[in-house]
């Protein structure tokens, strides 16, 4: 009897360590990261590409009004077709006296570092990670909108014009009873992809009411906030994909699921009602360019 029950508590012992045991890679964000991969002979139709925009804003920033307003516009032309994400990090991102909500946090700070510029001017927009290749932020991949927006504005068609190899399909569930959001991405492979792939996921918030400073209104005490970065759920530079494939053949579909817990506490806490879910695949490495966004309502 001592010995079978020495062995069953080595085992639980055991059981216990595996558990907490953290294998390389694991984004911590998350509770909970599972895999599925298969290939189908039963190709699905390619989707319609969208292009995802991470603007650098801020409510001191007096000209990050008239940046937000042309992303708004370029998402009215486009419906549909554009993910934008709105990055309180850096200078002129505190809180005008008298503001109510605070939008940074590390997590925007993490992904602006990603991308090894500092900490670019404002109004200032990636769009699907590719650097810019003539204007004044050539070489860049935070693009200086300017004064007239001109760079913005001659970057976006030729990202709306290309096609995307992968299918995005996106759910979002929040339990609560335990208080976690479940996250469900499924990738389809309309096409051979040899290139190393991650995906990313993170959390925005929309409908914020709050202070923002302006160049020609001065003080708007009733600015409409939008796109509010608020957390990854992946690590910053994502979480790498079919890494032990060299090619993720037309047919591949990758199945994941993550789940992890909203911030709800507090003055700074999300109003899950008005919260996004964002799945963005893209490069590794050298290239960081996004092949395909999609995002969901987290509830």
Known sequence: ????????????????SCKEQIPNGLNLNSLISKDTTYVTSVFETPQQK??????????????????TKQLREFDSLNPGRIVITALHSGFLTE?????????????????????????????????????ATSGTSAGKYFILRGQTGTDWTTTLPALLAKTTPVNIHLESAYNGTTGNVEVKIKLAFTADVTDQLAVSLFVLENGRVDIQEDKDLGEIEDYHFSHIFRKLITPTSGELILDSLSTKVKGRVLEKTLVFQPSTSGINGWNLDSCMIVGAVHRTGTSKEVLHVEEVKLK
């Open 50 to 67: 969208k292009v995802l925009i991470e603007e650098l804003t801020g409510a001191s920033c007096t000209n990050c009004p008239a940046g």
């Open 95 to 131: 809180p005008p006296a008298g503001a109510l909500y605070d939008f940074r946090n590390p997590d925007a700070d993490a992904l602006k570092l990603f991308f090894n510029e500092g900490d670019p001017g404002k109004p200032s927009a990636t769009f699907d990670r590719i650097p």
């Open 1 to 16: 009897m001592k010995k079978g029950l020495l062995i069953s508590l080595g085992f639980a012992l055991f059981l216990q």
